[in-house]
Nanobody, 126 residues
Framework: EVQLVESGGGLVQPGGSLRLSCAAS????????MSWVRQVPGKGLEWVST????????NYADAVKGRFTISRDNAKRTVFLQMNNLSAEDTAVYYC???????????????????WGQGTQVTVSS
């Protein structure tokens, strides 16, 4: 059974930091490109970041570039999202997902991902 389990979300003040984790099982993680996407209730999905299978190539949405860092530990089958200098605009449910494409994937529709986690809520508020 494929599972992606996110953790690390919570309430943080503007300017603060959070580190999200996503533990994977049930598929060959080390050969899988992985992404983080987010969704605000009532709005569409927003692609955040993608990392290559080896972790050597990363891509970021303009809205998070320079503040967020994606990384992975293939031995632990985990992908991370370090989020710094958070603002209210970053408030969303964050999902890790496996895109159907390669490391250049910037998908914002559920159809373009074949595995999803349950999501973790990130709320940025004073």
């Amino acid at each position: 059974e494929v599972q992606l389990v996110e953790s690390g979300g919570g309430l943080v003040q503007p300017g603060g930091s959070l580190r999200l984790s996503c533990a994977a099982s049930g598929f060959i993680f080390s050969s899988s490109v992985m992404s983080w996407v987010r969704q605000v209730p009532g709005k569409g999905l927003e692609w955040v970041s993608t990392i290559s299978a080896a972790g050597t190539i990363t891509n970021y949405a303009d809205a998070v570039k320079g503040r967020f860092t994606i990384s992975r530990d293939n031995a632990k089958r985990t992908v991370f999202l370090q989020m710094n200098n958070l603002s209210a605009e970053d408030t969303a449910v964050y999902y890790c997902a496996r895109p159907k494409g390669d490391y250049r994937s910037r998908y914002s529709t559920r159809y373009d991902y074949d595995y999803w986690g349950q999501g973790t809520q990130v709320t940025v508020s004073s």
